[in-house]
């Protein structure tokens, strides 16, 4: 088993910036892939960035160029910095993990709103 714990939502104004971190613990040695998704009242949860163990990253489209994702292999943390916060990136943003076996854990999430 693997717990996660998100930190760094809160308030901000459009054009602002967060960052958002999620600290791993438990099993650690079964995670593979790290990844933050989101989900907006009325939506699907969907991805925003994942990062696999040796650094490789993919973005949502969304929000390419704005938010970068890194990782720390030796605290277990992740993170995820956000710029240029737009209204539409309001969304509850969960951190996941995938193991070796590709079974997901989730953390309990935490708010953003960008406010307009």
């Known amino acids: 088993q693997v717990q996660l714990v998100e930190s760094g939502g809160g308030l901000v104004q459009a054009g602002g910036s967060l960052r958002l971190s999620c600290a791993a613990s438990g099993n650690i040695f079964i995670i593979n892939v790290m990844g933050w998704y989101r989900q907006a009242p009325g939506e699907q949860r969907e991805l925003v960035a994942r990062?696999?163990?040796?650094?490789?990253?993919n973005y949502a489209e969304a929000v390419k160029g704005r938010f970068t994702i890194s990782r720390d292999n030796r605290k277990n943390t992740l993170l995820l910095e956000m710029n240029s916060l737009k209204p539409e990136d309001t969304a509850v943003y969960y951190c996941?993990?995938?193991?070796?076996?590709?079974?997901?854990?989730w953390g309990q999430g935490t708010q953003v709103t960008v406010s307009s």
């Open positions: 996941n993990v995938e193991d070796y076996a590709l079974r997901q854990y």
């Open positions: 990062i696999t163990r040796d650094g490789t990253t």
